[in-house]
């Protein structure tokens, strides 16, 4: 089983950066798809970025195009989501997960194993 420790949030002034973090335990991360999630109050858990691992595909929900890189670091074992130019509307827990190789889009219903979340708060 795949466990992950997320690092990185936090509170950040609009226009901030911060840098998540996502460290994976159990299995080698080059059998998974990896992605990251967030989830604001009384919202559906939604997809911001993911990566397909049989093509290397990747996924960005509209709204952070342009803004978020999702990233691996094999060597480490871990991934990470590089956001930029926050906005109050970023604001939200943030979950890394992993799926199956082959995933149909950045859905959290076909993310198996995930993170324990992380805030982030996107404020002056």
């Known amino acids: 089983q795949v466990q992950f420790v997320e690092s990185g949030g936090g509170l950040v002034q609009p226009g901030g950066s911060l840098r998540l973090s996502c460290a994976a335990s159990g299995y080698t991360l080059n059998y998974y798809s990896i992605g990251w999630f967030r989830q604001a109050p009384g919202k559906e858990r939604e997809g911001v970025s993911c990566?397909?691992?049989?093509?290397?595909?990747?996924f960005y929900a509209d709204s952070v195009t342009g803004r978020f890189t999702i990233s691996t670091d094999n060597t480490k074992n871990t991934f990470y989501l590089q956001m930029n130019g926050l906005k109050p509307e970023d604001t939200a827990v943030y979950y890394c997960?992993?799926?199956?190789?082959?995933?149909?889009?950045?859905?959290?219903?076909?993310?198996?194993?995930w993170g324990q979340g992380n805030q982030v708060t996107v404020s002056s």
């Open positions: 997960a992993a799926g199956p190789l082959v995933i149909e889009s950045c859905s959290a219903s076909s993310f198996r194993y």
């Open positions: 990566f397909r691992r049989t093509d290397t595909r990747i």
